[in-house]
């Protein structure tokens, strides 16, 4: 679309998705997403429901990272703060988390009040400190072709000498200069799905590649299980809207 083209609408309106899409209100998800709230694809193998590939895919992500106790993680895009929980409790770290929705940010902090562990109301490119691992998941997407370049930078930046980042997004076949109009308009703001080359050509100089994991085909299976689980959901009170 001219629009992407000529505009950079993500940075643009950088809290625009978080208003639109996430500040809705958390009922709708917590309807139909597992109980950490994780808003991404699930990691299916060896797994029966969407609980247990949704932990599964969260257990994938730290022991790829080689998380250890005592490191400090940031997690770009955290939304209610799933991840974070799960490494806290699971791997001993601690950590912080970023994201531009209201609703996201107050429940994450709320169900990890007990934990080393904050989610922040934040755009990334405000962030600073040093983290030994970065992780992003299912955020990537509304960053848009034109700040890739600079996404990586900053995560560059944020990172220790010795540390590793882990990038965990929905890829498109082919590189594009915008997202799917009707997506866009519904459901997604400004949101689109980077190619293989536009995430090669971002990192370079900044990154080295040790690992590419593609589970794309697991999403049917994790769109399925929300679909299921939303059905499931108890009726409304009599009256209520």
Known sequence: MLKGKLLNMQRLRVTEVGEKHYDIGNDLYAAMLDSRMIYSCGYWHNADDLEAAQEAKLDLIC???GLEPGMRILDIGSGWGGFLQFAAERYGVSGVGVTVSKEQAALANERTAHLP???????????????????????????????????????????????LMLLHTIGGHSS?????PWSEKYIFPNGMLPSIAQIG??????????????????????????????CRRPAPAQGSI
């Open 63 to 65: 022991r790829k990272v």
């Open 176 to 180: 594009t200069s915008h997202g799917d």
């Open 201 to 230: 050509k971002a990192t370079e100089g900044l990154f080295v590649m040790e690992d590419w994991h593609n589970f794309g085909a697991d999403y049917d299976k994790t769109l399925m299980a929300r679909h299921e689980r939303f």
């Open 117 to 163: 562990v904050e989610t922040k109301l934040l755009d990334y490119q405000a962030l600073d400190g040093q983290f030994d691992r970065i992780i992003s998941i299912g955020m990537f997407e509304h960053v848009g072709y034109k700040n890739y370049r600079a996404y990586f930078e900053k995560a560059a930046s944020l990172l220790t000498p010795d540390g």
